[in-house]
Nanobody, 115 residues
Framework: VQLQACGGGLVQAGGSLRLSCAAS????????MGWYRQAPGKERELVATAARDGSITYADSVKGRFSISRDTAKNTVYLQMNNLKPEDTARYYCKLTKSRVTYYWGQGTQVTVSS
């Protein structure tokens, strides 16, 4: 499984960015795709996930500002990020999950929000 993420960048507070992550390879039996982020000196944390059954989960810190969506035909997941805040600055990682013990990470894309 390969995950190619893109869309990060530098934006001012209040701005927007859209991340995308395209999956390829043996993604059969994938149960969810999602986004996590890791800021310097902090642990990686969940941002949003979209499950195959249609269920969606957001971190409390991004609810109402971020929106995750999937294009199943393209095996791609998107993260629309609006009203960005400096505390959203982090490296954002795409994750594809097949089971509790089988999952894959993308290489990450940097998001920097200036105040």
């Amino acid at each position: 499984v390969q995950l190619q993420a893109c869309g990060g960048g530098l934006v001012q507070a209040g701005g927007s960015l859209r991340l995308s992550c395209a999956a390829s390879g043996n993604i059969f039996s994938m149960i969810s795709m999602g986004w996590y982020r890791q800021a310097p000196g902090k642990e990686r944390e969940l941002v949003a996930t979209a499950a195959r059954d249609g269920s969606i989960t957001y971190a409390d810190s991004v609810k109402g500002r971020f929106s995750i969506s999937r294009d199943t035909a393209k095996n791609t997941v998107y993260l629309q990020m609006n009203n960005l805040k400096p505390e959203d600055t982090a490296r954002y990682y795409c994750k594809l999950t097949k089971s509790r013990v089988t999952y894959y990470w993308g290489q990450g894309t940097q998001v920097t929000v200036s105040s």
